[in-house]
């Protein structure tokens, strides 16, 4: 079965901090995915990822950037976090080609006091 | 801008009824896939359809893709407590969009 791992199920930090999130998959996937949730508002991406050093900007990038200098590992940092970016956050995989599925760690529930 | 709309956003029945949840967009998809939620777990898939048309049956759950590939349905016959959770399209073009989810409650 395919394994993605988030480093983190609850985190909480303060405004201005530098926050990183990191997500392990060990299936050897191509694609790699950091999305937000919200409620009502579904999942919205991030940033994603189909190689290693490659990055592309999904949706709503603003106040995230992403790291991928590994296969198997992608990281999502907030640069100086706000309250806003107080959310649900998953990270998921999948194999190259766009009728794939996604395979989704448990999340990070992170909370910006 | 949301691409992809779900509706109902909420829906709570009784065991035993059926329901159906919508997923809809003004956008051509080149395949759609559904996924179900459980509290404090990452979505997990249920199916991928492809084709226009294309009808997909898992147990008591039906999924339709529509014939234009801008719309799907979900439906649940005889629901289970153990079908509650958040639902959620998926559609992939030259990226993937998410619905806006529609959350499940059955109860027993």
């Known amino acids: 079965d395919v394994k993605v791992t988030q480093s983190s199920r609850y985190l909480v930090k303060r405004t201005g901090e530098k926050v990183f999130l990191e997500c392990v998959q060990d299936?050897?996937?191509?694609?790699m995915f950091w999305y937000r949730q919200d409620p009502g508002l579904g999942l919205r991406l991030i940033y994603f990822?189909?190689?290693?050093?490659?990055?592309e900007k999904g949706d709503i990038p603003e106040g995230y950037s992403v790291s991928r200098e590994k296969k198997e590992r992608f990281s999502l940092i907030l640069e100086s976090a706000s309250t806003n970016q107080t959310s649900m956050y998953l990270c998921?995989?999948?194999?190259?080609?766009?009728?794939?599925?996604?395979?989704f760690g448990d999340g990070t529930r992170l909370s910006i006091l | 801008t949301q691409l992809l709309e779900q509706s109902p956003q909420f829906l709570s029945i009784q065991e035993g009824e059926n329901l159906t949840v919508y997923c809809n967009s003004s956008?051509?998809?080149?395949?759609l896939q559904w996924y179900r939620q459980e509290p404090g777990e990452g979505p997990v898939l249920l199916v991928t359809?492809?084709?226009?048309?294309e009808v997909k049956k898992l147990k008591r759950l039906t999924f339709q893709f529509g014939d234009a590939r801008k719309d799907s349905s979900l439906h649940i016959t005889a629901a289970q407590p153990g079908d509650t959770g958040l639902y959620l399209c998926?559609?992939?073009?030259?990226?993937?969009?998410f619905g806006t989810g529609t959350s499940l409650t059955v109860i027993p």
């Open positions: 998921a995989s999948s194999l190259s080609g766009s009728n794939q599925p996604q395979h």
């Open positions: 299936m050897d996937h191509e694609n």
């Open positions: 990822s189909y190689d290693v050093k490659m990055k």
């Open positions: 956008s051509v998809f080149s395949s």
């Open positions: 359809v492809v084709t226009g048309g």
């Open positions: 998926a559609g992939s073009g030259n990226q993937f969009y």
